[in-house]
């Protein structure tokens, strides 16, 4: 075997191609019960694998003599990401696909993610970020039942975001924080600082703190290009997987329908999700608000969860763990809770009665 670093991105890609060439294998394989009585064994042409690493492999060799790929390492030039990547056992066609990829991830290169300090693989630039949150931010609304038409409510609900993003790791991007009328208990967010939260998670919270940890939390999602890079992941292995079974990549292109959909309910890694709370956590004192409005909030979403289906838990971890390392940041910090905004009445009045006289 060959030892060799793998971007998490690259490496989740190579795991998806390996398993379809294992499961093609299997496939092909010779039927070895069916000879007839008079038929001679066919001998095998190609000679044994000799590599002790390899004896430990089925059997049975694919009726297509694979073939084997050596090492891929590539720099881009815009910065100093590396890629490197290693296949098992790939016919030529899988190889030309992973190739393409590759260079499509080098022609973008990587980005730099403030929140961790990494560069990162990202298919999407930075510019295009702000295009496809224009681009889809109204078909996201249309499918969370439409804005709150209550513009006092909209304002309030977006003052308390743009203190979030002034002092987020990315103060000089545009940020929409936007009510809608969605029942389900949710909040998302869409490249270029577009940021959902539903009628039904407004109705769920009690403090202005708690509202700011949602919103913090979604901030610190497009601070760190999360859901950019989540959308590159599905996006450039649809394209793949199409052109790999139909010959064709036009038909992984989606509608704006289908790619909001599937925005809404979008799932990050835990390690995205936890330098997500971490940093939301941070947006959150300095903006003036008291951690434990976070807490509270994971304390509310784990009650409800026992009650009914919570869409923001589909698409995050359980609270559980999550409160535990988050309590224990804010004990670390020692943060002067006393000068920190919790903001039960300013909610109440803003939202929470707002909204039972639209009911």
């Given at each position: 075997?060959i030892?060799?670093?793998?971007t998490q991105?690259?490496q989740?890609?190579?795991?998806?191609i390996?398993?379809?060439?294992m499961?093609?294998?299997?496939q092909n394989k010779?039927?070895?019960?069916?000879?007839?009585?008079?038929?001679?064994?066919?001998k095998?042409?190609?000679?044994?694998?000799?590599?002790?690493?390899?004896?430990?492999m089925?059997?049975?060799?694919?009726?297509?003599k694979?073939?084997?790929l050596?090492?891929?390492?590539?720099t881009s030039?815009?910065?100093k990401?590396?890629?490197?990547?290693?296949?098992?056992?790939?016919?030529?066609q899988?190889?030309?696909?992973?190739?393409?990829y590759?260079?499509?991830?080098?022609?973008t290169?990587?980005?730099?993610n403030?929140?961790?300090g990494?560069?990162?693989l990202?298919?999407?630039p930075?510019?295009?970020?702000?295009?496809?949150?224009q681009?889809?931010?109204?078909e996201?609304?249309?499918?969370?039942?439409?804005?709150?038409?209550?513009?006092?409510?909209?304002n309030?609900i977006?003052?308390?975001?743009q203190?979030i993003a002034?002092?987020?790791?990315?103060?000089?991007?545009?940020?929409?924080?936007?009510?809608?009328?969605?029942?389900?208990?949710n909040?998302?967010?869409?490249?270029?600082?577009?940021?959902?939260i539903?009628k039904?998670?407004?109705?769920?919270?009690?403090?202005?703190?708690?509202?700011?940890a949602?919103?913090?939390?979604?901030?610190?999602?497009?601070?760190?290009?999360?859901?950019?890079?989540?959308?590159?992941?599905?996006i450039g292995?649809s394209?793949i997987?199409?052109?790999?079974?139909?010959g064709?990549?036009?038909?992984?292109?989606?509608?704006?329908?289908?790619?909001?959909?599937?925005?809404?309910?979008?799932?990050?890694?835990?390690?995205?999700?936890?330098e997500?709370?971490?940093?939301?956590?941070?947006?959150?004192v300095?903006?003036?608000?008291?951690?434990?409005?976070?807490?509270e909030?994971?304390?509310?979403?784990e009650?409800q969860?026992?009650?009914?289906?919570v869409?923001?838990?589909?698409?995050?971890?359980?609270?559980?763990?999550?409160?535990?390392?988050?309590?224990?940041?804010i004990?670390?910090?020692?943060?002067?809770l006393?000068?920190?905004?919790?903001g039960k009445?300013?909610?109440?009045?803003?939202?929470?009665?707002?909204?039972i006289?639209?009911?």
């Amino acid at each position: 075997m060959i030892n060799m670093m793998l971007t998490q991105h690259t490496q989740r890609f190579m795991k998806k191609i390996w398993i379809l060439d294992m499961e093609k294998q299997t496939q092909n394989k010779p039927n070895l019960t069916q000879n007839k009585a008079n038929s001679k064994p066919i001998k095998p042409k190609t000679k044994p694998i000799q590599t002790q690493s390899m004896l430990s492999m089925a059997a049975h060799k694919p009726a297509i003599k694979p073939l084997s790929l050596s090492t891929f390492r590539f720099t881009s030039p815009a910065s100093k990401c590396i890629i490197s990547s290693k296949m098992l056992s790939l016919n030529s066609q899988k190889v030309l696909l992973l190739i393409s990829y590759i260079i499509v991830c080098l022609c973008t290169g990587c980005a730099f993610n403030p929140i961790t300090g990494q560069q990162e693989l990202m298919l999407f630039p930075e510019k295009q970020d702000l295009e496809i949150g224009q681009q889809y931010a109204p078909e996201i609304e249309k499918e969370l039942g439409g804005k709150i038409e209550d513009e006092d409510l909209q304002n309030y609900i977006d003052s308390v975001g743009q203190k979030i993003a002034r002092i987020s790791h990315r103060p000089n991007w545009e940020y929409h924080y936007v009510a809608v009328n969605d029942k389900s208990i949710n909040a998302s967010a869409l490249p270029g600082g577009y940021i959902f939260i539903t009628k039904g998670m407004l109705e769920k919270l009690q403090s202005e703190s708690q509202l700011a940890a949602i919103l913090a939390h979604e901030t610190a999602h497009v601070v760190a290009r999360d859901t950019s890079n989540a959308i590159s992941n599905q996006i450039g292995l649809s394209l793949i997987l199409a052109a790999a079974t139909s010959g064709q990549s036009s038909g992984a292109v989606m509608t704006a329908a289908e790619l909001s959909r599937r925005i809404i309910g979008l799932r990050y890694s835990r390690q995205d999700e936890r330098e997500a709370d971490i940093a939301g956590l941070d947006y959150m004192v300095v903006a003036g608000y008291n951690p434990y409005g976070i807490i509270e909030t994971m304390k509310m979403l784990e009650a409800q969860r026992k009650e009914t289906v919570v869409e923001f838990l589909s698409s995050h971890p359980p609270p559980g763990n999550r409160i535990a390392y988050l309590s224990q940041r804010i004990k670390t910090k020692n943060h002067n809770l006393d000068v920190l905004n919790i903001g039960k009445q300013q909610y109440s009045n803003a939202v929470l009665d707002r909204l039972i006289t639209q009911d």
